[in-house]
Every structure is written in C-alpha cells, then in structure tokens.
C-alpha cells in the first residue's frame, strides 16, 4: 500500500469569552490519499482444482473449483480529510472523517451456468464506490478530582456511507442467490446488497390469492423472471456505537450500546413459515390473520393460495433497524490490602453481560444476520435460518501474580 498523509496540527491556549472551559484545546488536520490493494483470494483461486472422490471402493479425482487465469487483486484509492477537535481543556474530543474510497477489479464469486458443473467462480466484475462520513464524540462528563472520585465518561461513533456500484464486466448485472433461490442483484449505480424480487402487491379480496406486479404494470398469481425488480437493499443509512464508562472508587461500570438504522433485511424463514400451508413446516403466528373468506382485507394469503408465499418477493422485506444493549460489565476493583493477602497486583473482580436486549421491529431471531456467511459479498443481508445469538454471562478474575 501506499498513502501520502499531510497532517496540520494547531494548539491554542487562548481562552474564549465565558471562562477557562470555553476554549479550543487542539486541532489536528488531516488528509491522505492513496491505493491499497486486497489480495484476499483464496489459495490457487485462479487455479481449477480437483479433488479425491472415491467411487464404489475405487479411488478417483472430481472437478472441485473452476479455475480463473485472469484473476486479480482488488485495488482500492482512498482520499480522507478529516479533523481532531479538542474542546473545554480536553473533556470534548471530536474525531470526525470524510473519506471517498474507490475499488477497482471487485473480487466476487460470480455465478455460472449449472451446466458448466460449477455454480460459482471468481472474478474481478467491476468497481465500485463508497463515500462516507465518520465520527468519533468522547466527553467527560464528570469528572470528581482526588483519589476514589466519581467519574463518567462516553464515546460515540457513528458511521454514514453510501456504496454504489459504478461498473460490471460489459455492464451486465450479477445475480446472487441464497440456497438456490435468487435473491439479490449487483447493478449499476446500485448499492451491494439490493434485492432482487417480484413486487408483491396485495391479497385479492375475492379469492385469497397474492398478487404481483408485472413489468407492465398489471397484477398476476404467477409473475415471471421479466417482472423481478430491485427493491429495497441491506445497506444501512448509519450505524455505530454508544459506550459509557463509570468509575467511583473500586467500582467500574461499562454499558455498549448498537446501532444500526436503515438497512432492510430479506426473511427468508417466511418463505417456509409464512407461505399459505405450501409446506409441512411450523407456521409463524401471523398465518392466523391469512384471507379466509371473500372480503377479506389482509397481506396473509389463503391457505394452500396459488402463489401464496413461494415467490420471493418484497413481502418479506423487514425493516433490519435495531438497538442492542451488546454489553454490561461491572467490576470491582480488591483493596490494595486484600490483592496482597492474595499476593496479587491489581486484582479485578466483574461480571460480564453480553447480547442482552435487542431491540427491533424485525420478526427473526436476529437483525444483526448474513446467512450467506463471511464470504456473501453479494447477498448481503439474507436470513434463511440463522443461527441466534446466545445470551451470555461471564464471572471472572483479572490479577498479575
């Protein structure tokens, strides 16, 4: 990689009208620019692999990875302008960033044709753009002097960025799928993570059926692959952290807030548990409010309803917006006498709280989910039968001997 930093920093002592606490303690300038590359390829992923299969008791090789000679790194140019604020002698830290980042030879796994023995290969496909703001808040907002004195703190961050992507291998989309269904769409002048669906508009009163949108504008029980469009994406408006710290004395206390607001999630468990009895598997309660009887006004169709639920459309799009207490710790910090009974320094006792309360509109196990894993680089935002999230709590010690 190589970056080019140009850092001002400017230091003031002098006082503002209103007192010692109403003044400009530090600003630092920043700005950089410069390439960096991901080479986050998989061993021999240009390569086509093969792989021992055994068949009836006789060894053999199988294809096990379609191989691609033209494979690339990523390459990614960076410019940030950013700024480090110091405010009332240093009880108000402002950390705030603007930055534009552009990446080239996007590595994605892109589909095949089945045909070929393969779904799947890798492949640079384009670039894309993200741009964005980030901010860092830190104040102390009490502060007791002398030894045991009470003191709070918090830190905020939060993080606005708009991804589009702004070009593909001949201009042409990129389907993804989750479990061989398809799901999202890589597209110009989209962001990652758009889904890719039929419009699903209304239960007819009349028969219980659901109803969709075609491309000219009509409504049918069966749409086909010439009536999918983009709706909605998994891209969040903003997301970040909220952390307060508390100390008095041996005690300390520690609260971590998260957010995430904006982003959409497609629940695909509703493909199987919200599906008009298309299939043998325990239904959501909200099937209890499905179309019954002529004159019906519902978005749950009929039981066994053509169409009903086993098109992937936006009738499973949810609203990922969530707020997670991530964690609580409070610890207690032994008397100096006690830590030498014990022959200890520093010794700490706490309890640790994590994944406690989440707080959200959306109906799955977790808001926070990408069922596609890790290397989803395309289906972002998916949840076809995610684990959950444990609640855990932990006691422990922290003491040097």
């Known amino acids: 990689s190589v970056a080019c930093p140009r850092t001002t920093a ?3 002592g002098a006082r503002a009208p209103g007192g010692a606490l109403s003044r400009l303690t530090s600003l630092k300038l920043r700005a950089s620019r410069g390439p960096t590359g991901n080479q986050q390829i998989a061993d021999f992923g240009s ?14 090789l199988a294809p096990s990875q379609l191989g691609n000679p033209n494979l690339r790194w990523e390459r990614t140019t960076e410019t940030d302008v950013g700024a480090d604020i110091g405010l009332l002698d240093g009880r108000v830290n402002v950390v ?11 590595l994605v796994n892109r589909p095949v044709a089945a045909t070929s023995g393969y779904t799947t290969v890798a492949d640079n496909v384009g670039s894309l753009r993200n741009r964005g703001v980030d901010l860092a808040l830190q ?4 502060r007791r002097p002398g030894a045991g004195g009470f003191e709070w703190t918090t830190d905020l961050n939060v993080t606005w960025n708009r991804n589009t992507i702004t070009a593909l291998s001949d201009g042409q989309p990129v389907n993804a799928t989750t479990s061989g269904r398809l799901t999202s769409v890589a597209m110009v002048g989209k962001p990652i993570g758009t889904f890719y669906l039929f419009d699903f508009v209304r239960v007819d009163p009349a028969t219980g059926n659901a109803l969709y949108r075609k491309a000219d504008g009509t409504e049918t029980t069966a749409p086909v692959t010439a009536d999918l469009v983009t709706l909605g994406s998994a891209q969040p408006d903003y ?10 004395k041996g005690l300390d206390l520690r609260t971590f807030l998260q957010f995430t607001q904006g982003n959409e999630i497609l629940n695909m468990n509703r493909l199987f ?5 298309n299939s043998s598997d325990n239904k959501f309660a909200n099937v209890r409010n499905r179309w019954q009887k002529p004159g019906d006004i519902t978005n749950q169709p009929r039981m066994g309803s053509t169409g009903g639920a086993r098109f992937m459309s936006d009738r499973f799009i949810e609203d990922g917006s969530f707020v997670r207490l991530q964690e609580v710790t409070l610890g207690w910090r032994l008397p100096a006498s006690l830590a030498k009974q014990m022959r200890a320094d520093n010794a700490r006792l706490y309890v640790s709280g994590r994944n406690l309360v989440t707080w959200t509109s959306y109906t799955g196990y977790n808001p926070d989910v990408s069922s596609a894993g890790a290397n989803a680089n395309l289906n972002l935002g998916v949840d076809f ?17």
């Not at 997301?239 to 008095?248: A, E, K, S």
């Not at 548990?273 to 009895?277: E, F, R, T, V, Y």
């Not at 444990?390 to 040097?400: D, K, L, Q």
């Open 10 to 12: 400017v230091r003031t």
């Open 47 to 60: 390569r086509t692999l093969a792989t021992a299969q055994p068949y009836s008791g006789v060894a053999g």
């Open 96 to 106: 705030v960033d603007w930055y534009n980042r552009a990446t080239a030879d996007l």
């Open 139 to 142: 104040t102390v907002n009490i």
């Open 239 to 248: 997301f970040g952290g909220l952390t307060n710290t508390l100390r008095w």
């Open 273 to 277: 548990a919200d599906d008009g009895g």
């Open 385 to 401: 039968y995610a684990y959950p999230l444990a609640r855990t709590w932990t006691v422990g010690i922290n003491a040097g001997w």
